[in-house]
């Protein structure tokens, strides 16, 4: 940091990251929150466990190899102009980079030689790493939704672990990265992830639930479905809206702060932000679109439901991941018309490939994450067609069919595919689904022994206790 201000920028973006780190935790709790309160009391802590316990596998996943990979990979590698890796010595696991420090040295000569500086990573490469570690969390917990009360909890930690470290990661490096390929050659623009966390994460989920199958009692014996409703819908609220709590951060988080305009090839020395392309925006832009697709999505969620509690907060979070891939540049009524939309598509296709393909997706997270994260990238493509996707010079611009390709790699290559072929093997060696006795009488009493339902047990014993010493009149034959 050669100047004060130089330094302050520096500083001000450290503490700006650190930030949206606990706004993104409280998705997670969210997860946890809504994901209990939309199984089966049989199951409560066994879903609980499922989703927390893939926190600390994805984190050293993501510290001992996923870093490295957003760095390494933006050519493919190998599609772009036959480049192959990129040296990033500050995103391996033994670089001191990687450690807790006041300054730090360059580890290799590429490192002193990079325009960002030795300052620049040994202030900023932890905050970095944790965001972008968060998008991981949030990437692997989309798929914990879908496959509740049947799936092995091994059988999940593979796939999230695999989903969260490498697949999504790739694909961030591919499309997120302002030096992607899918950026230069597709005009790939995805600056809120409506593909590159959520499409991804659609794709994957849909995968394992091809071949885990629906749970018992989900199909009656003419095939059609019967609606196995959360045990604790209050629980579904408060979790959904500590989920759009956390987007907040999810959002913010997709931003550069404050950058030098001639870095990004402006003219000057004034300062800018800019989206995660490097492409100048404002904070009042997620402002506005942030809260319109989140209104259309509600307002679209209820119409279509009927009022159903569980769509409509579920639409609203749609609607958000619809309008996600272009918030950066949307009039806010595009973006509130979109999250309507993308909402729409999404509901209807749940039930639609419930009913022809019989695909028990417990909380519609396929359709919530997956098709309204694939509408919203092809309506990118419509509605910006013809914007430049980067600043810097020689890129493509985003056009409809760049956006297809770019929906189709991220919800079919990348998402679908890999967790397809995973969940298979698994399938094979019969580690992906719980068996059926203990499926029939919940996987609390297997794993448990049922010491977390014992509540209401305790209440009756004190009760009659209580009756027995006098305290209450004894019941009436």
Same mark, same amino acid.
């Given at each position: 940091?050669?100047?004060?201000?130089?330094?302050?920028?520096?500083?001000?973006?450290?503490?700006?990251?650190?930030?949206?780190?606990?706004?993104?935790?409280?998705?997670?709790?969210?997860?946890?929150?809504?994901?209990?309160?939309?199984?089966?009391?049989?199951?409560?802590?066994?879903?609980?466990?499922?989703?927390?316990?893939?926190?600390?596998?994805?984190?050293?996943?993501?510290?001992?190899?996923?870093?490295?990979?957003?760095?390494?990979?933006?050519?493919?590698?190998?599609?772009?102009?036959?480049?192959?890796?990129?040296?990033?010595?500050?995103?391996?696991?033994?670089?001191?980079?990687?450690?807790?420090?006041?300054? /730090?040295?360059?580890?290799?000569?590429?490192?002193?030689?990079?325009?960002?500086?030795?300052? %620049?990573?040994?202030?900023?490469?932890?905050?970095?790493?944790?965001?972008?570690?968060?998008?991981?969390?949030?990437?692997?917990?989309?798929?914990?939704?879908?496959?509740?009360?049947?799936?092995?909890?091994?059988?999940?930690?593979?796939?999230?672990?695999?989903?969260?470290?490498?697949?999504?990661?790739?694909?961030?490096?591919?499309?997120?990265? %302002?030096?992607?390929?899918?950026?230069?050659?597709?005009?790939?623009?995805?600056?809120?992830?409506?593909? @590159?966390?959520?499409?991804?994460?659609?794709?994957?989920?849909?995968?394992?639930?091809?071949?885990? /199958?629906?749970?018992?009692?989900?199909?009656?014996?003419?095939?059609?479905?019967?609606?196995?409703?959360?045990?604790?819908?209050?629980?579904?609220?408060?979790?959904?809206?500590?989920?759009?709590?956390?987007?907040? /951060?999810?959002?913010?988080? #997709?931003?550069?702060?404050?950058?030098?305009?001639?870095?990004?090839?402006?003219?000057?020395?004034?300062?800018?932000?800019?989206?995660?392309?490097?492409?100048?925006?404002?904070?009042?832009?997620?402002?506005?679109?942030?809260?319109?697709?989140?209104?259309?999505?509600?307002?679209?969620?209820?119409?279509?439901?009927?009022?159903?509690?569980?769509?409509?907060?579920?639409?609203?979070?749609?609607?958000?991941?619809?309008?996600?891939?272009?918030?950066?540049?949307?009039?806010?009524?595009?973006? #509130?018309?979109?999250?309507?939309?993308?909402?729409?598509?999404?509901?209807?296709?749940?039930?639609? @490939?419930?009913?022809?393909?019989? @695909?028990?997706?417990?909380?519609?997270?396929?359709?919530?994450?997956?098709?309204?994260?694939?509408?919203?990238?092809?309506? #990118?493509?419509?509605?910006?067609?013809?914007?430049?996707?980067?600043?810097?010079?020689?890129?493509?611009?985003?056009?409809?069919?760049?956006?297809?390709?770019?929906?189709?790699?991220?919800?079919?290559?990348?998402?679908?595919?890999?967790?397809?072929?995973?969940?298979?093997?698994?399938?094979?060696?019969?580690?992906?689904?719980?068996?059926?006795?203990?499926?029939?009488? /919940?996987?609390?009493?297997?794993?448990?022994?049922?010491?977390?339902?014992?509540?209401?047990?305790?209440?009756?014993?004190?009760?009659?206790?209580?009756?027995?010493?006098?305290?209450?009149?004894?019941?009436?034959?």
């Amino acid at each position: 940091m050669e100047d004060k201000l130089g330094a302050l920028t520096v500083v001000f973006t450290e503490f700006y990251y650190w930030a949206t780190v606990p706004l993104m935790f409280l998705i997670h709790v969210g997860f946890c929150v809504y994901e209990v309160g939309a199984s089966r009391e049989k199951n409560m802590m066994h879903t609980l466990m499922k989703n927390t316990m893939a926190i600390p596998l994805i984190t050293v996943g993501f510290f001992l190899f996923g870093w490295w990979i957003y760095f390494a990979f933006p050519n493919g590698p190998f599609i772009y102009e036959g480049k192959g890796l990129i040296d990033a010595p500050w995103a391996v696991p033994w670089s001191e980079m990687m450690g807790t420090h006041l300054g /730090g040295s360059a580890s290799t000569q590429a490192m002193e030689d990079s325009s960002l500086g030795v300052g %620049y990573w040994a202030r900023l490469n932890g905050v970095f790493w944790a965001a972008f570690l968060l998008f991981s969390w949030t990437t692997a917990s989309i798929i914990s939704g879908a496959v509740i009360e049947r799936i092995r909890n091994f059988a999940f930690w593979v796939i999230a672990t695999m989903v969260g470290t490498v697949t999504w990661i790739t694909d961030a490096a591919w499309g997120w990265h %302002y030096d992607g390929w899918m950026v230069k050659l597709l005009g790939y623009h995805d600056a809120y992830a409506s593909g @590159v966390v959520h499409a991804i994460a659609g794709g994957a989920a849909l995968a394992v639930l091809l071949k885990l /199958g629906p749970r018992i009692g989900k199909f009656r014996e003419d095939g059609t479905p019967r609606d196995i409703v959360p045990h604790n819908p209050w629980m579904v609220t408060v979790g959904l809206f500590l989920i759009y709590t956390g987007f907040w /951060g999810f959002y913010v988080a #997709c931003n550069v702060p404050i950058i030098n305009a001639s870095g990004i090839g402006m003219e000057g020395d004034s300062f800018t932000a800019t989206n995660i392309y490097l492409t100048p925006t404002t904070l009042s832009a997620i402002v506005f679109n942030f809260l319109m697709s989140l209104s259309g999505g509600l307002l679209a969620g209820y119409a279509v439901s009927k009022g159903d509690a569980f769509w409509t907060y579920s639409g609203g979070l749609a609607g958000v991941i619809a309008a996600s891939a272009g918030n950066d540049l949307y009039n806010p009524l595009q973006a #509130c018309l979109l999250g309507a939309l993308g909402t729409v598509v999404a509901y209807k296709l749940h039930f639609w @490939v419930e009913r022809k393909f019989k @695909v028990d997706d417990a909380v519609g997270a396929v359709a919530v994450h997956g098709y309204a994260g694939v509408f919203g990238l092809i309506a #990118c493509g419509f509605m910006l067609w013809g914007h430049p996707a980067s600043a810097f010079e020689g890129y493509a611009n985003i056009t409809p069919w760049g956006q297809f390709l770019g929906a189709v790699i991220m919800f079919g290559v990348l998402g679908f595919l890999p967790a397809y072929i995973v969940a298979s093997i698994m399938q094979a060696f019969g580690v992906l689904r719980i068996p059926r006795s203990v499926e029939l009488v /919940g996987l609390d009493l297997e794993e448990y022994d049922y010491r977390y339902q014992t509540d209401s047990e305790v209440a009756l014993a004190e009760v009659e206790q209580a009756r027995r010493e006098g305290y209450l009149p004894r019941s009436t034959p």
